[in-house]
């Protein structure tokens, strides 16, 4: 089974800066990466697909990037609504579909 | 804007069944997967089930313990939990994604809380 590592655990950022987050796999998965966004008591919010394709309605200001095993979400300026917690997911090698662990997105 | 309805919150004490349902209605051609989030956790694949509901794939972690049911002709899908333990308190819920042809997960139910007590 793939494992899925984010880092860092936790991000601190002031409004206005930009966020970098990382998300590796275990083994190769080509594209077969997604992000997710979620805050307190929200239901997980699909943000990027196939690595680097934004859903719909997603600003501009996110993006991803990467392939094959390493893979990036850049926020380029945070706002304030974008403190949450972001995950990634791998559906390459499914099933299982397996998610990373996490990353909080908190205000420095 | 929500496209899966699931069931209400639901308390359970432990070694107990919990039947927790997702209408899919509008999903007849998708597969719906269920994950789940304890409380301060990640996100959890728990498995999934195929359009016609005679085929489902659970993550190993719960194979023995979860049945992924559907019935077409209510377009209702359900997930059931046996033999609950404290650590199950979770919460649940149903996925799908945007298009048959797609693999990730782009639309979510709102989640049932299931809490395992004695």
């Known amino acids: 089974e793939i494992v899925m590592t984010q880092s860092p655990a936790t991000l601190s950022v002031s409004p206005g800066e930009r966020a970098t987050l990382s998300c590796r796999a275990s083994q190769s998965i080509s594209n077969n990466l997604a992000w997710y966004q979620q805050k307190p008591g929200q239901t997980p919010r699909l943000l990027i697909y196939?690595?680097?394709t934004r859903a719909t309605g997603i600003p501009a200001r996110f993006s991803g990037s990467g392939s094959g095993s390493e893979f990036t979400l850049t926020i380029s300026s945070l706002q304030s609504e974008d403190f949450a917690v972001y995950y990634c997911?791998?559906?390459?090698?499914?099933?299982?579909?397996?998610f990373g662990q996490g990353t909080k997105v908190e205000i420095k | 804007q929500v496209h899966l309805v699931q069931s209400g919150a639901e308390v359970k004490k432990p070694g107990a069944s919990v039947k927790v349902s997702c209408d899919a209605s509008?999903?007849?051609?998708?597969?719906i997967h269920w994950v789940r989030q304890a409380p301060g956790q990640g996100l959890e694949w728990m498995g999934i089930?195929?359009?016609?509901?005679?085929?489902?794939n659970y993550a190993r972690k719960f194979q023995g313990r979860v049945s992924m049911t559907r019935d077409t002709s209510t377009s209702i899908v359900y997930m059931e939990l046996n033999s609950l333990r404290s650590d199950d308190t979770a919460v649940y819920y149903c996925a799908t994604s945007d298009s048959p042809a797609n693999w990730y997960f782009a639309l979510w139910g709102r989640g049932t809380l299931v809490t395992v007590s004695s």
């Open positions: 509008g999903y007849t051609r998708y597969f």
């Open positions: 196939g690595a680097s």
């Open positions: 997911l791998e559906y390459y090698n499914w099933p299982p579909w397996t």
């Open positions: 089930i195929n359009p016609t509901g005679d085929t489902t």
